[in-house]
């Protein structure tokens, strides 16, 4: 895999971010919390694609905007998951879960991987808490007694569609953080290893558009339980 089509998948993931920001965009005045959290999520993304970007241009160091950008991204999808999970003893847990990763993502940048190299560590500890939520979220929605008795299939819910884009992009995001930093660890270097970065960058990228496309659906599926509800 050479570096001109690593960077089209890459731009290709950012401009269909960009394209479900806009629908998000146009019903922001109707969108309910989980959804709204979902939008600051997209356009957080594209800060983060955008000023990774633009600090590299300009040769700059951009390991420390990944760890902020990481950080910033799991706090918004805590309230997500805390707005969506029901158990109240849960809903604490996530309240005060940021604290501890903010620690642990603070001791990675400064003292343990360094402010110059990819924090994997702090990012491997955030995507586990995402799905450990996640796996959470969907338990609670297949023993959901309300729903059951309506006979409402959880397909239809926008915080299914939702929180399968999360997962679905955590689990790949943990398996990149991993290999990433086996990668590093190895003694090897040369184009073999180069283009198995690139291969899991590429899978990476192509995942997170899988995903916005999952976040457009549970979009769709708003506006239909809204017009159910009217």
Same mark, same amino acid.
């Given at each position: ?18 394209? #479900?920001? #806009? ?71 996530? /309240?005060?879960?940021?604290? =501890? ?29 995402? #799905? ?37 992009? =955590? ?29 899991? /960058? ?29």
């Amino acid at each position: 895999m050479n570096t001109t089509l690593l960077f089209s998948i890459y731009y290709g993931m950012t401009g269909v971010e960009f394209v #479900i920001l #806009i629908p998000f965009l146009l019903q922001f005045k109707n969108l309910d919390i989980p959804s709204r959290c979902l939008f600051y999520y997209i356009l957080s993304s594209l800060v983060f694609a955008g000023g990774s970007a633009i600090l590299q241009h300009l040769s700059l160091n951009n390991m420390w905007f990944f760890s902020l950008m990481h950080f910033i991204q799991f706090v918004i999808l805590s309230i997500f998951y805390r707005y969506c999970i029901k158990n109240p003893v849960v809903k604490n847990i996530i /309240l005060f879960v940021p604290i =501890a990763v903010l620690a642990i993502f603070i001791f990675d940048l400064f003292y343990i991987e360094g402010p110059r190299a990819y924090n994997s560590i702090s990012s491997g500890v955030k995507h586990v808490v995402l #799905i450990t939520y996640g796996i959470y979220l969907f338990m609670q929605m297949l023993r959901d007694k309300e729903l059951i008795e309506n006979a409402v299939y959880i397909n239809t819910l926008p915080e299914f569609w939702y929180n399968a884009a999360i997962f679905v992009f =955590a689990c790949t995001e943990f398996f990149f953080s991993i290999s990433y930093n086996y990668l590093q660890s190895l003694q090897t270097s040369g184009p073999g290893k180069m283009k198995t970065t690139m291969a899991i /960058l590429s899978i990476n990228y192509i995942v997170g558009m899988v995903s916005m496309i999952l976040l457009y659906i549970g979009l769709t599926k708003l506006k239909k339980t809204r017009y159910a509800n009217s």
